[in-house]
T-cell receptor, first 113, second 112 residues
């Protein structure tokens, strides 16, 4: 079955430290992959997306993600975390029937000063 | 460019009451989605519209949930009657030609 797994429910990093959030997916073909961020009380904001081409994708706010087909992964990275990055991050995969996306359960990022 | 608008932002009702949510997508976006996001989970698709037609409503609990998108622009999602387990954030998203969904701020529903 098609699915998305985000193994880490919570991650805490120090401000200025590097960050990697994991995402593994199950999909029968070359997927579309997305990372969204959700701040408390807000909707989801698109950070970056992968459709095809270069497997290293740059996004907004200094984030990047790498598509690794052999590992069925699309991990999100940032070299230096800021306190304002504290939020919940969702990985999504598609398209399914009608361009539908399936979302992971999310990873909550806490940033300590 | 204005984003996806949703109202109300918060709603508290008692079980068995009815409630309606409204969504105005990004101008020109033909596809509109309603998601349910229960605390601690990722968004789950309820219904997808293409213009004013339904593409996928396989996960919509049709005995109590209904949705419409008259004229292919705004959409409303209704719950009648509400149950305790309907407490969640209801997210609306729209999509243009770039195969990317853009989300509104959501409506947080609490059913007491």
């Amino acid at each position: 079955a098609q699915s998305v797994t985000q193994p880490d429910i919570h991650i805490t990093v120090s401000e200025g430290a590097s960050l990697e959030l994991r995402c593994n997916y199950s999909y029968g073909a070359t997927p579309y992959l997305f990372w969204y961020v959700q701040s408390p009380g807000q909707g989801l904001q698109l950070l970056l997306k992968y459709f095809s081409g270069d497997t290293l994708v740059q996004g907004i706010k200094g984030f990047e993600a790498e598509f690794k087909r052999s590992q069925s992964s699309f991990n999100l990275r940032k070299p230096s975390v800021h306190w304002s990055d504290a939020a919940e991050y969702f990985c999504a995969v598609g398209p399914f029937y009608g361009n539908k996306l399936v979302f992971g359960a999310g990873t909550i990022l806490r940033v300590k000063s | 460019e204005a984003g996806v608008a949703q109202s109300p932002r918060y709603k508290i009702i008692e079980k068995r009451q009815s409630v309606a949510f409204w969504c105005n997508p990004i101008s020109g976006h033909a596809t509109l989605y309603w998601y349910q996001q229960i605390l601690g989970q990722g968004p789950k698709l309820l219904i997808q519209f293409q213009n004013n037609g339904v593409v996928d409503d396989s996960q919509l609990p049709k005995d109590r949930f209904s949705a419409e998108r008259l004229k292919g622009v705004d959409s409303t999602l209704k719950i009648q009657p509400a149950k305790l387990e309907d407490s969640a954030v209801y997210l609306c998203a729209s999509e243009g030609k770039a195969d990317t969904q853009y989300f509104g701020p959501g409506t947080r529903l609490t059913v007491l």
